[in-house]
C-alpha cells in the first residue's frame, strides 16, 4: 500500500520543514541562530516538550489528558508551598514531582478502575487540580526562591548558550524514544491503539500499562511543574492556562494520530521545535503575539487535513487501478469522534499500514 | 410503581435535577440570607450562557462528536456586536443578529465540512478552529475594550431584565433547551442523532445520512455559539479581547452532568441545562455557606469528577439490569 509514489511520510515532511524553517529563518533574520534566541526558544518550548512525550504514548493507546496544565501548576504550587513551609529547595523540588505523580496517579485509576472515558475524567480534574492550585496559595504566587534556583531558568551551561532546562528535555527525549521504538513496551503501546481488545486477548496487560501511562504523565507535568518554577521564578496558581491544548496540538502536528496506533517520538520533537522556532521568526520579523495564536490554529488543521486528502487521493488512484467500477464497499464508517475511531484512514499516513 | 412513574424515574435527568433540589433546599435552610430568591436568580443569570451553548454541544456530543471552538465564536461575536456599535453610535438587533448568525455559521461550516466531510476528529479540528478564531479575534480586538456606554440600551434591558421574576437570560436558554429537546427526542433528524451515536457504522447501513446530519448539526452549534455571543455581551455590558476565554470546557462539563455521556447516544439539551444550573449552583451553595472562595473551585472540580464517576456506575447498573432481563427464562 504504501508502494510508490509518496513515500514522505508525515513525520519526515516536518523534519525537512523544521530543517528548511532553521535555514530560512537564519538567513533572513541575523538574530534568530545566534545562540541568545536559540536559547530563549529551547528555555520557552520545554514545557510543552517535556509533556508533550507522554502525552504521544497516550494518544497512541487512545487516550488523553486535559489535565495537564493544572497538573503542572499543582506542582509548581506545591513546590512553593513547601518551599515556604521547610525552607529547603530540595524538599520542595521533590514534593513538587510527588504532586504531579499522584494527579496521574488519579486519573489512571479513574479512567483505568472505573473504565470512564479519559476525555471526560480529565475535564473534571482540570477543574479540581486547577481549583487546587487556589487552595495551595490563595491568589497571591510565592516568589521568594532562592536566586541559585531561578538562576538556573536562563543561564547557559557553562561553555555553552543552552539552557539547563535542556537537560531533562535531552534526557526524556532520549528515554521516550528508546521506550516507545526500542522495548517490548513500547511495541504494546502500538498493539493497544490498533485494537484494544485483541492487544488483551494476546496477553497484554492493557489497563496497567494505561495506568502506568497516566503516571508516566504526572511524572512529566510534575517535572514540567519544576522547569515552569524555575523559569518564571515564581508559584501562581494561574500559570499555564490553556496549555493542554498547546500540547495537545504539537503532539498531534508531530504525526501521532488521534485515532491511536501510529506516532514517533522524532516527529514530536519536530513538531515542539517547529512550533518554538516559527514562533520566534515570526515575533522578529515583527507579528505580533495574535498572529502567532492563528498560526498555532492553521498548523493544527493542516496537519490532520493535508494526510487525509493524500489519503483520499491514494485511495482512489487505487480502486481506479485494482477494483472493476460498483463494487465499492461499505459505506465509510462515520463518527471518528472523540470516543471512538475506525482504524480507516487514521490520519498519518506512515503508520496504519505498519502490522 | 405504575409504569409511567417508574419509567420517569429511570430518566438520566432524574438524578441531576434531585441532587440539585436537594442542594438549593440544603443552602437555603443552612444560610437564611439565599431564601429571598436573589440567590437563586444569580444562578441562573449565571448559568443561561452556558446551558444555552450546551443545548447545541449536546447534539455533537450524542454523536460522540465535540466542538471546542465555540468560546472563541462566542467571544468574536460578541465584540465585534459591541465594536460596530462603538463605532456606528449604536446598532439595531437584526444587526446584531446577522453578526451572530454569520459568524457562528461560518465557523460551523469549517467545522462541519472537515468532520463530517473529510471525516477528521472532531476534538482536533476543533482545537484548531479554537486557536485560528481566537487568534483572529484578538488580531481585530487588540486593545480596544467595549464598554457599557458604547452599547445601545437593549443591550442592558436584556442582560437586566426579568420576565416573571425569572431572568431574561435564562427563559432565552431555556426556551432553546425545550426546543432543542422537543427536536431530539420527536423529531427523525433528533432520533438520527441518537442512531448514529449508539453505532455510528450500523446507523450509516441502515440508511442515515450521517456526514450530512453531523455537518448540520456542526453549523446548528456554531449559529448557536455566535448567538451566545450576544448573550455574552447582555450579560457583560463590556467586551475585550478575553470575552468568552476558557468556557468551553464548562460547556462540556454541564453537559456530562447532565447526563449527555461523551460515549454518546443519550442525553437531552434540557439534561445540559440542569446540568449548567447544577454547576452554578454548587459555586453559590459553597459560597452561601462560607466555603473559602479558594476552595470553591476545587469542590466543584471534585464533584464534577464524582459525576462523571456516579454517572458511569448508574450506567453499568442499567448494563447489567437489561442483561439480566434478556438471560432470564420467558
Known sequence: MSRGAFRLSWDKSILLLLILLVLFGGMNNEYFATGDNVNFILGDISEIMLIAFPMALLIIVKEIDLSVASSLTLASALCGVTWQATGSIWVAVLAGIMTGVACGLLNGLLVTRLGLSSLAVTIGTLALYRGLCYVALGDTPIADFPTEFTDLGYTPIAGTFLPWVVVPMVVAGIVFWYVLHGTRFGRWLFAIGQGDEAAEFSGIPVLRVKLWLFILTGLMCGIAGIGYTVRFASSSPDGALGFELLVIAAVLFGGVAIAGGVGTIWGVIAAVLIWGFSQSYLQLIGWDANALVIVSGVLLLLSVTIPRLLGALRESVAQRTFRPKGTEGAPPPPGEGVAEHSPAGAGHDQGSHRG | ?330
Open chain 2, 1 to 330: 410503581m405504575s409504569g409511567g412513574l417508574s419509567r420517569v424515574a429511570r430518566l438520566r435527568e432524574v438524578p441531576v435535577l434531585s441532587a440539585l433540589i436537594v442542594l438549593l433546599l440544603l443552602t437555603a435552610i443552612l444560610n437564611p440570607a439565599f431564601r429571598g430568591g436573589e440567590g437563586l436568580k444569580a444562578i441562573l443569570i449565571e448559568s443561561a450562557l452556558i446551558a444555552f451553548l450546551a443545548a447545541g454541544q449536546a447534539n455533537l456530543i450524542i454523536m460522540r462528536h465535540i466542538d471546542l471552538s465555540v468560546s472563541s465564536t462566542a467571544g468574536l461575536v460578541s465584540f465585534l456586536i459591541g465594536n460596530t456599535s462603538m463605532n456606528n453610535m449604536g446598532i439595531s438587533v437584526p444587526q446584531s443578529l446577522m453578526i451572530a448568525v454569520a459568524v457562528g455559521a461560518a465557523v460551523g461550516i469549517v467545522n462541519g465540512a472537515l468532520v463530517a466531510y473529510l471525516k477528521l476528529p472532531s476534538l482536533v479540528v476543533t482545537i484548531g478552529t479554537l486557536y485560528l478564531v481566537r487568534g483572529i479575534f484578538n488580531y481585530l480586538a487588540g486593545g480596544v475594550t467595549v464598554t457599557a456606554d458604547a452599547l445601545p440600551g437593549w443591550v442592558a434591558a436584556i442582560g437586566s431584565g426579568s420576565i416573571l421574576g425569572v431572568p431574561d437570560l435564562f427563559v432565552i436558554a431555556l426556551i432553546l433547551c425545550v426546543l432543542m429537546t422537543i427536536v431530539q427526542t420527536s423529531t427523525r433528524w433528533g432520533r438520527d442523532l441518537y442512531a448514529i451515536g449508539s453505532n455510528p457504522p450500523a446507523a450509516a447501513r441502515v440508511g442515515i445520512p450521517v456526514a450530512h446530519r453531523e455537518f448540520a448539526a456542526f453549523v446548528l452549534n456554531g449559529i448557536i455559539a455566535g448567538l451566545a455571543g450576544m448573550l455574552l455581551l447582555f450579560r457583560f455590558s463590556f467586551a475585550d479581547a478575553t470575552a468568552g476565554l476558557g468556557i468551553e470546557l464548562y460547556v462540556v462539563a454541564a453537559c456530562v452532568i447532565g447526563g449527555v455521556a461523551i460515549a454518546g447516544g443519550v442525553g437531552t439539551a434540557m439534561g445540559a441545562l440542569i446540568g449548567a444550573v447544577l454547576l452554578q449552583a454548587i459555586t453559590f451553595a459553597l459560597g452561601a455557606l462560607g466555603v473559602s472562595q479558594f476552595w470553591q473551585q476545587a469542590v466543584a472540580g471534585a464533584l464534577l469528577v464524582l459525576a462523571i464517576a456516579f454517572d458511569r456506575i448508574v450506567a453499568l447498573r442499567s448494563t447489567q439490569r437489561i442483561n439480566r432481563l434478556a438471560e432470564a427464562p420467558v
